[in-house]
């Protein structure tokens, strides 16, 4: 199949042809320096060509973040406040409610909710921020809350992770987002978020929604004090929890952004690195159907390059996006259809609109705001 590659690479390009799984030094050797990056995507083409074809995803969404204001202080964080910070907030129900029609009016199919750990809120504030978005807009998805807030939530109402998941559900949580994973590994976790949810707690929350029929995400935070072997050893706990569950749907490397950040001595990662660890996440994560190209994070030029080096999704047309551009993130703002489809076209790919879920969104072409779900549209192989 791929008959020049670094002498190194070989026995992994054997394994991925043979669709064999890799293992931890499979890993670590694919970071390794003398291992060219073309080869590197090349093999993760192979492996993205396998699950997903030529399609390249996106949706069109929106996101919503109620309160920056956080009990924690993760290093890495430029988006959190205090409790009197001047530039903290607490968005009121009505403004959540206009956040919502303003997403409808765009087209949108899902809102994007996460926020802070306000000192202040109670948990029924949290689940009523789902219920009055799903009770005024039905047909908006909302992928709500993250591990970490979930395990907040749990010590709030004083009640296990799978009634607080049932709380949401009833409430409308039709998804969860996969943030709050940053790197499992204690070397780094207790550097970079010592007081919030360990890697047991975040894999367990997730198996608990997994088993009560929610798909979710899940993410890795790269490029600050962590090395080779803490993505990779990452990966491979991502990997053995969806081989008991299933439930993943997207794999999203988030590149750590420095700016007004606790840790802003960092550089940030080369798009060289970024290529990298999207290729990478590709070939470990073999029973994850989509690895995320999030272009607010990678920057637009490096997620189109993303989309021939392992990934298949772009994410949304995005809207009210705070936590990287305030982390200086030079994205723009939001993306309009055209312009995604346009992105995705130049690469040479297909672009499917999907939903939160990976069906195809179908819209009407007299009224694009006007849309029926199709097909899922996951697990095409050759
Ligand atoms: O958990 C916070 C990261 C995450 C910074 O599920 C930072 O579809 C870089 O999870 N530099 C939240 N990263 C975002 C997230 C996400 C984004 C897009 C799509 C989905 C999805 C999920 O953002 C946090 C943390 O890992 N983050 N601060 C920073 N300065």
Redesign the pocket.
């Known amino acids: 199949m791929l008959t020049t590659i670094h002498p190194k690479l070989k026995p992994i390009r054997d394994k991925v042809e043979a669709r064999q799984r890799l293992s931890l030094d499979d890993g670590l050797l694919l970071y390794d320096a003398e291992v060219p990056l073309n080869d590197v995507g090349q093999l993760a083409n192979v492996a993205r060509e396998r699950i997903n074809g030529n399609a390249a995803y996106y949706n069109i969404n929106t996101h919503l973040n109620p309160t920056n204001v956080c009990i924690y202080r993760?290093t890495?964080?430029?988006?959190r406040a205090n409790l009197r910070d001047p530039q903290g907030f607490l968005m009121s129900d009505q403004q959540i409610l206009d956040r919502g029609r303003e997403a409808l009016d765009n087209g949108c199919t899902e809102l994007?909710i996460?926020g802070g750990l306000h000192h202040q809120k109670p948990y029924n504030w949290y689940v009523n921020v789902v219920r009055i978005l799903h009770e005024a807009y039905p047909d908006l998805q909302l992928?709500a809350w993250?591990g970490?807030e979930i395990n907040w939530f749990e010590f709030l109402a004083k009640k296990s992770v799978r009634q607080v998941l049932e709380d949401l559900i009833d409430a409308g949580l039709g998804s969860?987002?996969?943030?709050?994973?940053?790197i499992f590994h204690p070397e780094v976790r207790d550097k970079i978020c010592e007081h919030k949810a360990d890697a047991t707690k975040w894999l367990d929350i997730h198996r608990t929604a997994h088993e009560l029929g929610l798909r979710?995400?899940?993410?890795?935070?790269y490029?600050h004090v962590e090395n080779a072997y803490h993505r990779i050893d990452h990966l491979i706990r991502l990997r053995e929890l969806q081989d008991q569950t299933g439930g993943f749907q997207?794999f999203?490397p988030?590149?750590?952004?420095?700016?007004?950040?606790g840790?802003a001595h960092i550089k940030k990662a080369s798009s060289l690195m970024d290529l990298r660890t999207v290729a990478v996440s590709r070939l470990m994560l073999d029973n994850i159907p989509h690895i995320?190209a999030?272009w607010?994070?990678l920057g637009v030029g490096t997620a189109q390059v993303a989309l021939s080096y392992g990934a298949d999704d772009i994410?949304g047309t995005v809207r009210h996006e705070l936590?990287?551009h305030?982390?200086?993130?030079t994205s723009p703002e939001v993306l309009s259809v055209d312009r995604i489809r346009h992105l995705i076209e130049e690469t040479g790919r297909e672009p499917v609109e999907r939903d939160t879920l990976y069906r195809q969104v179908i819209r009407d072409a007299d009224n694009p705001a006007e849309w029926t779900i199709g097909e899922p549209v996951t697990g095409q192989s050759d």
């Open positions: 993760c890495f964080c430029a988006f994007h996460v992928k993250t970490v969860m987002p996969g943030g709050g994973a940053e979710t995400n899940c993410t890795m935070l490029g997207t999203i988030l590149a750590f952004h420095p700016e007004n950040t840790l995320k999030y607010i994070s994410d936590i990287y305030g982390a200086g993130s």
